[in-house]
């Protein structure tokens, strides 16, 4: 951050009229179009992660510990494949 003295000895890159151009390239209705925007956005995010949330299959269990979504592996696992938790995946790979 700069001082008041250091601010006043910096040169303005802008000339008066490139201020005035750039002030008004952003208006408050810009603004207020991009903010909708940004709200779309995040509805859209919401209905895809509801969308992945409706994909994944609760009551699945793996066929090696029986571990499942709700009560996972320690360390927590994921899926490697339906029915294989990664713990699980991984010990058959080292065998």
Not at 32 to 57: F, P, S, Y
Not at 60 to 83: D, I, K, L
Request: aromatic share 6%; proline share 7%; with cysteine.
């Amino acid at each position: 951050m700069t001082d008041e003295t250091e601010q006043a000895t910096m040169p303005n890159p802008f000339t008066q009229s490139e201020i005035l151009a750039l002030a008004c390239l952003y208006t408050p209705e810009q603004h207020a179009l991009a903010r909708l925007k940004d709200q779309q956005c995040m509805e859209g995010l919401r209905e895809r992660i509801t969308e992945l949330e409706e994909q994944v299959e609760t009551d699945m269990a793996c066929r090696v510990c029986g571990c499942t979504y709700f009560n996972p592996c320690n360390p927590p696992c994921a899926w490697a494949e339906p029915h294989l938790c990664t713990t699980c995946a991984e010990l058959e790979k080292d065998l």
